[in-house]
């Protein structure tokens, strides 16, 4: 459970389901008042809990750095998975706690009016997805955290050649950079030399 792929797979359907959360209608019901009487009344993901989707993208960038950087950076980024699901549980679970309060304020944000009203709210399944999401995220910083130590890095064709790492110029490249591939101080012209060789 702590493979690569493992923490691949937990976290992108972590990051799917908030993400997909987000753009859903959470909280569904009618607000009465002095301004609006009796209206129908709905708030999405974004208007309930709109870090979630701030926070979705962070957990998603420390995923992939987690999969694709060094031992260090791979800590530090597992650390910050961690921290972005919990981060996502506490934004999800405000308005899961308090739906009334959510239509409250589109509410408020429709009218501008903020005296007293009844609110009558009800949630759909689309928090408890974005929870489900934000549980896994965490579960994904966890995941990363037990099995980082046993990872290897990218394979070195990934590295930048290093200081010391000759690297053969093709006669475009001299080209390229202003050189004539055919002179050599020592009177050589590796052009022929490559013709006979071939």
């Known amino acids: 459970m702590t493979s690569k792929r493992s923490v691949l797979l937990v976290g992108a359907l972590a990051v799917i389901l908030m ?44 995923v992939l750095a987690t999969l694709t950087t060094g031992r260090i950076p791979r800590w530090i980024a597992a650390v910050i998975t961690l921290l972005a699901g919990v981060v996502s549980v506490v934004v999800v679970l405000a308005p899961v706690r308090h739906p009334g309060s ?14 007293d009203r009844n609110i009558a709210a009800s949630l759909t399944v689309w928090p408890w997805m974005a929870l489900l999401g934000a549980v896994l ?35 475009w490249d001299m080209l390229s950079d202003g050189e004539d591939p055919t002179d050599f101080p020592d009177g050589s012209d590796t052009i022929n030399e490559r013709h006979r060789s071939e």
Do not use: C, E, F
């Open 19 to 62: 993400i997909a959360a987000n753009t859903r209608t959470w909280v569904s019901g009618s607000v009465t008042d002095a301004v609006l009487q009796q209206a129908h009344t709905t708030a999405s993901g974004g208007k309930a809990a709109p870090a979630l989707l701030a926070s979705a993208l962070v957990g998603a960038a420390a």
């Open 102 to 115: 959510v239509l409250g304020d589109v509410a408020t944000t429709m009218t501008g009016h903020t005296g």
């Open 137 to 171: 995220l965490v579960l994904t910083g966890v995941l990363a955290i037990l099995g980082a130590r046993t990872w290897s890095g990218l394979s070195n064709r990934y590295d930048a050649p290093g200081a010391s790492a000759v690297r053969a110029r093709s006669d």
